[in-house]
């Protein structure tokens, strides 16, 4: 007989010493040993993986990769030898804490991620549990199907995941749950038992229990349990279709074909462990349309859900005014700013011809015209235009963890349902008991399906917010109870919810549960605590009044978090946006799309700089190598400033860790080499010839070896002559200039290694009829520096760049950058670093991008016609985007393609430096550089970035022309 798995094996830094450290030793060789994929115990690692996207927080022992399904068996083996507990994780985006457990977590999403097999005739595709959902509907679209259940995590969840969960999405409403859509399981038990299921017929049942063996003895207990409680089977469970909370043992009933298949749909991973999965797939419509329909409030939105759903929608998606509130995209604001009037609105999606689309179109309007509240209706036919605005409700889970004055909102009660019927009254009983508590939160969600979801400012920094938090979800189920309705409709219960499902089911149904479990997992080994017998719902918080952060002084303000990194930290709720891998026009996050690890992506860091902040796992605080190992591969792109949902910002964050960690000791060799490199540059300019010989010659290599850049990098050369050379001595212009003054930022890449782009630049601007002006002396906006981590140089620069400036800004002259990474240095870094002198936001405030001036000013370029391709740097994505780009671009006649190519790779500093070459060349290799290299030697290849340029040069053998210089030639 095997032992009981330890339902709590919680371990940190400062217990594994004795038995615990003896036990996890033990546990880590008997892993390797046997064979188990990467296995992986090291603090870091179990820091990024001691939360998933939920309140709780609870550190494994150990997270093993398994490569091969044989990896898994063995795994599984040795966890049962050792009496360890497992938990099955895919993109760790579950947000009730079912995705996270003190003993081993098996993550399948890194390697046992392919897609087996598409029959498009019997249309169904089997693949792994470790499969992306966009992955697996990018195989089935080559067929002309999809996989019905489509949650907003798409770009990032698993396939794995959503069974645990039994996940739903927008499209529930036409195509199902994911257990509508499964056809079979291989799967394994904690007892070491691999079998197949799926539906079984009573003949099946009988041949199966007569064969023996312990898939016999299972089959034929569920059979016997399903027997015993048909009345309980038929009248409690399956009521409505999003009545997730709770096993599926509905699916045993023989009416349903005694599928144990779907019966484990949303067991969370508790009664069997994975290994493929067959689903059925479906044909999409041939077109569709997006009708967006206004409400004067959410409740209004709720009561008007029966009458549209007679119009057969494929999709009823609803949101508030508070979630649209938290948007700061520009673009997404402009969109927003579109919509019908109103405080709530309902995205119904239609499906269908073409031609009938706009006749249904117009009844679905009317039909909302007659319910209270109707305020207004948008058809959307573009695509385009429909994505964008489907973005916003996909967005959610991230923007509505912040509230609109920006105090953080979590999960908790954030996926209850009730039928469709009932949502009205329930949204209007929700919004009350949440004023009862002093409680504020986003609402959004499946109206069509009466699935809601929210996130609630609950206050877990202290014991009283806690106990609010305790009170106020025992309150919340019971009026879900009241309601008829479900206290999890897609997200599963985990610890969120499962010490609250006797207030929904009665005994006799908790009794079936806990039955099922056993029959599944007599030890207990699979994910112990969620659903039955569960842990407490207020235990294991990720924030935790008894779990003070250990105080860490920033130099950076933080002003959005109140100065505090642990809060910053806390940003990242675990959504997993960016582990997204194909790139959809979003930056975030490089890295992660070279390497799929998890310790690469965002949310990886910003998770171990949390840990930081608590002082367990990671202990040493700012000197802590796992965080220094986990921010080595971060791009300083600051992507995710933007890109997230919620603003994690772990460029800034890298910064301040690096001024940190390298003060008082020695830095990397490239943090002096290129962190220096516009101060090194100045005597080097003064003799460029005699510089450029030694950089070429046989002392190359020597002197890439002592700067820590990659051998492989060629050394940009320095010009002949500066553009603050060429400038001081030009006459001076004739003519006035109509427009005024405008100041050139002479940043010091162009300077010295590309002056012809700032001279462009000149040449532009005084044709637009503006008076160009430079800084006195030398200046620089610092950002080698800063991205270093050397932020007293950086805020020495940073003063004397608003000293040079300072007049020229009190008197209104714009400052225009020509590169983008300073100037959104002069726009952002600056401003951080000296955010107590009033002039650095004066500073941000009048610093514009050449095409942000030009189409401002109303100027009328010179027509240049052909076709283009550009590359927008990273920087100018994450501040002011390439809309007015793109807008003079068109004025030209130009015919231009932005590259949804994310980051060039180079990155500044990074791709030169000698331990990222690898990860810099593979990220260019991913779209930009094939594009380049494809394109015709009559397309332009546009970048505006000097490390962009760079990468396209060494990388496609291509000369990148900056917007500057395509004009002026153009003039």
Known sequence: ?????????????????????????????????????????????????????????????????????????????????????????????????????????????????????????????????????????????????????????HSRCTLGGMIGNNACGSHSLAWGRTADNLVELEVLTYGGTVMTVGAMTGEEVAAAVAEGGER???????????????????????????????????????????????????????????LSATVRLVAPPPARALVVLGFEGAGEAADAVPALLEHRPLALEGLDRALTGIVTRPATRAEIEALPPGQAWLFAELGGEPAELPERALALGEAAGRAAGFTGALTVTDPERARRLWRIREDGAGLATRMPDGSEAWPGWEDAAVPPERLGSYLRGFTALMDRHGLRGAVYGHFGEGCLHVRIDFDFGTDKGVATFRSFVTDAARLVAEHGGSLSGEHGDGQARSELLPLMYGPEVMALFERFKDLWDPDGGLNPGMIVRPRPVDGDLRVDPRRPA????????????????????????????????????????????????????????????????????????????????????????????????????????????????????????????MGWLPLLARPASRMPRLVNAVLSSRLSPLVKRLGGIAAERELPRFAD???????????????????????????????????????????????????????????????????????????????????ALGPSL???????????????????????????????????????GLAELLVRSGWEPPRAGGRSISQTHCHQHATSG??????????????????????????????????????????????????????????????????????????????????????????
């Not at 225009?816 to 240095?825: K, Q, R």
């Not at 000698?914 to 060349?921: C, F, I, L, N």
């Open 882 to 971: 390439f809309d007015a780009d793109a807008e003079l671009l068109r004025r030209m006649g130009v015919d231009n393609t932005v590259l949804r190519s994310g980051c060039c790779g180079l990155a500044g500093n990074f791709g030169f430096e000698r331990e990222h070459y690898a990860v810099s060349v593979a990220a260019g290799e991913q779209v930009l550089l094939p594009a380049v290299r494809a394109a015709g030697q009559d397309t332009a290849v546009l970048a505006d970035g000097f490390s962009c340029r760079t990468q396209i040069a060494q990388g496609a053998g291509r000369r990148a022309t900056h917007l500057a210089e395509l004009i002026a030639e153009a003039l």
């Open 216 to 274: 016999g003895r299972l089959v034929g207990a569920l059979a016997e349990l399903a027997r015993r409680n048909l009345a309980t089977l038929r009248t409690g469970l399956g009521r409505f279709p999003r009545q997730v909370s709770g096993y599926g043992l509905e699916h045993l009933l023989p009416e349903h074909g005694f599928h144990l298949a779907r019966a484990l749909a949303g067991s969370e991973g508790t009664c069997a462990v994975i």
């Open 1 to 153: 007989m095997v032992g009981t798995a330890a339902d709590d094996t919680r371990t940190t830094a400062g217990d594994e010493t004795g038995g615990e450290g003896a036990r996890l030793a033990r546990l880590v060789a008997a892993l390797r040993e046997a064979g188990c994929g990467e296995v992986a115990a090291d603090a870091g690692r179990r820091a990024q993986y001691s939360a998933d996207a939920s309140n709780y927080r609870r550190v494994p022992m150990a997270v093993v990769f398994p490569r091969e399904r044989r990896h898994v068996v063995e795994a599984v083996a040795v966890c049962r030898r050792l009496g360890v507990p497992i938990t099955s994780r895919g993109a760790g985006t579950s947000t009730s804490g079912q995705a996270v457990g003190s003993g081993v977590v098996l993550d399948f999403s890194r390697y046992l991620n392919r897609v087996l097999a598409v029959d498009p005739q019997a249309r169904t595709a089997t693949v792994e549990p470790g499969v992306v959902l966009d992955d697996l509907q990018a195989a089935a679209a080559a067929h002309g199907l999809v996989f019905g259940a489509d949650p907003s995590t």
């Open 721 to 803: 002559r500066t553009f603050l050379s060429w400038f001081r001595r030009r006459p001076a212009p004739e003519g006035e200039a109509p427009r005024g003054p405008v100041t050139l930022w002479v940043d010091s890449f162009n300077n010295h290694f590309a002056p012809s782009v700032l001279r462009a630049g000149v040449r532009v601007l005084e044709s637009a009829g503006y008076e160009v002006r430079v800084p006195p002396g030398t200046q620089c906006c610092g950002l080698t520096w800063f991205t270093t981590g050397q932020l007293g140089t950086a805020r020495r620069l940073g003063r004397r760049t608003l000293d």
């Open 810 to 848: 009190e008197a209104g002259v714009p400052v225009v950058g020509l590169e983008p990474s300073c100037t959104a240095a002069l726009r952002t870094d600056v401003p951080e670093l000296l955010h107590e002198d009033g002039r650095a936001r004066l500073l941000a405030e009048s610093t514009v």
């Open 550 to 673: 250990i105080p860490l002084a920033t130099v950076l303000p933080l002003h959005a978090d109140g100065g505090d990194l642990a809060r910053a930290a806390r940003r990242c709720v675990g959504v997993g946006k960016c582990r997204t891998a194909e790139h959809r026009g979003d930056v975030m996050c490089p890295s992660y799309r070279v390497t799929l690890d998890e310790k690469d992506s965002t949310r990886g860091r910003a998770r171990l700089l949390y840990e930081m902040t608590q002082g367990q796992v990671i202990s040493t605080g700012w000197r802590s190598p796992e965080v220094r190992d986990a921010l080595d591969l971060c791009l300083s792109c600051k992507g995710c400033s933007v890109d997230c949902p919620v603003g994690v910002d772990v460029a800034t964050y890298k910064s301040e860790f690096l001024h940190h960690h390298y003060r008082h000791r020695l830095r990397p060799a490239s943090h002096y080499s």
